[in-house]
């Protein structure tokens, strides 16, 4: 089975900077594209960023210019490194991974889920 490990959320002042990591492993045939997310309770899961296995990136406005999605292939790691955070930016951040396998199927995987909370 293949999983997704995330670490690196936490508490953190306004105006702080947290660093998301997920690891994928497992047996499989390579990464497309990867992306966080983030869902508030009784809220919908909502795009934070995502990233494709090319380097190219996509954000939700709202983050633009503070946050910053990258990827190490070589470890099937992406990262998330958010700056200037805001007591909006509080939620469960959810990491997400496209994985192909040798057959040939895709398939959609989420990380377990990490608290991010902004407050003073």
């Known amino acids: 089975q293949v999983q997704l490990v995330e670490s690196g959320g936490g508490l953190v002042q306004p105006g702080g900077s947290l660093r998301l990591s997920c690891v994928a492993s497992g047996s499989f045939f390579s990464i497309n594209t990867m992306g966080w997310y983030r869902q508030a309770s009784g809220k919908q899961r909502d795009l934070v960023a995502t990233?494709?296995?090319?380097?190219?990136?996509n954000y939700t406005d709202s983050v633009k210019g503070r946050f910053t999605i990258s990827r190490d292939n070589t470890k099937h790691t992406v990262y998330l490194q958010m700056n200037s955070l805001k007591p909006e930016d509080t939620d469960v951040y959810y990491c997400?991974?496209?994985?192909?396998?040798?057959?040939?199927?895709?398939?959609?995987?989420w990380g377990q889920g990490t608290q991010v909370t902004v407050s003073s």
């Open positions: 997400n991974a496209d994985i192909r396998f040798h057959t040939g199927r895709g398939l959609d995987y």
């Open positions: 990233i494709t296995s090319g380097g190219f990136t």
